[in-house]
């Protein structure tokens, strides 16, 4: 499908959800360190990303989740594990409350919780003035791989972010991820699915302590995995660990 990006060609079939800095195209080195003979991975765009930057959209949490079992349908996959990035983990989240039946496995990366993010006013400023300002993006992603990065770093993923996104509908999708509340609906599922959370340990925002707070809250059985020398973004800080951390739990 020239929509998608397909990668492997293995049973174990995989829908990764991308961040809100991402697209299908923004997943680093990930792809290039997975088992393409055990795994199947479809990174798709969500809507106003990449491929499908003009499409329009309401830009929701039910949104995300219906075009990704729309698309899991449309590669004839009745089963799938899910991984999702930052915010992807929330629509992952939310496909899995859809079709639990469907999912079997899911890994958030970084992943945004069930609940509202719990934005102070500056924290909110920040990143309600990101669509429109390259600045705040840089400071973003400088923020949340702990400062400690080359400007050079932090600026490829801003220009990703810009180029493959539209302004609109990043600020939509602001709001899906930060203010939409699915944590009762995900508290109901809880434990029909194995879940593990990746972290970096140089991610303040979405770190361990905050996977204790929310998701292993709302999933109880679920893992944590913290991954060293990483922050946000360990697709590009850490690839070949990240894949190694989803690769043993979706091949248990």
């Not at 609109?168 to 599922?189: N, R």
């Not at 770190?207 to 679920?222: F, I, N, V």
Request: one cysteine or more; hydrophobic letters at 40%.
């Amino acid at each position: 499908m020239d929509d998608v990006r397909t990668v492997g060609s293995g049973p174990h079939r995989v829908l990764a959800l991308h961040g809100w800095f991402g697209s299908a195209q923004g997943w680093g080195q990930l792809p290039d360190y997975v088992d393409r003979e055990a795994y199947t991975w479809v990174f798709p765009d969500q809507r106003g990303y990449g491929t499908r930057r003009d499409e329009p959209g309401e830009h929701t949490v039910a949104e995300v989740a219906a075009d990704t079992l729309a698309l899991a349908d449309r590669l004839g996959w009745d089963r799938f594990s899910l991984v999702g990035h930052s915010m992807g983990a929330k629509y992952a989240q939310q496909v899995l409350v859809d079709a639990p039946g469907r999912v079997r496995r899911l890994v958030a990366v970084s992943g945004v919780a069930a609940g509202p993010t719990p934005f102070d006013d500056q924290g909110w400023g920040l990143f309600s003035g990101a669509p429109g300002d390259r600045g705040n993006r840089y400071a973003i992603i400088d923020l949340t791989t702990g400062n400690r990065l080359t400007p050079s770093f932090v600026e490829a993923l801003v220009q990703h972010s810009l180029d493959a996104s539209d302004a609109d509908a990043f600020a939509d999708y602001l709001t899906a991820w930060a203010k939409t509340d699915i944590s009762e609906a995900c508290a109901d599922v809880a434990g029909r699915v194995p879940v593990r959370c990746i972290v970096g340990e140089h991610d303040p925002a979405l770190g361990a302590e905050t996977m204790r707070a929310t998701w292993l809250q709302t999933h109880p059985d679920a893992d944590l995995v913290v991954l060293a020398n990483a922050g946000h973004y360990a697709m590009f800080e850490t690839p070949a660990a990240l894949v190694a951390a989803i690769e043993e739990f979706l091949g248990r």
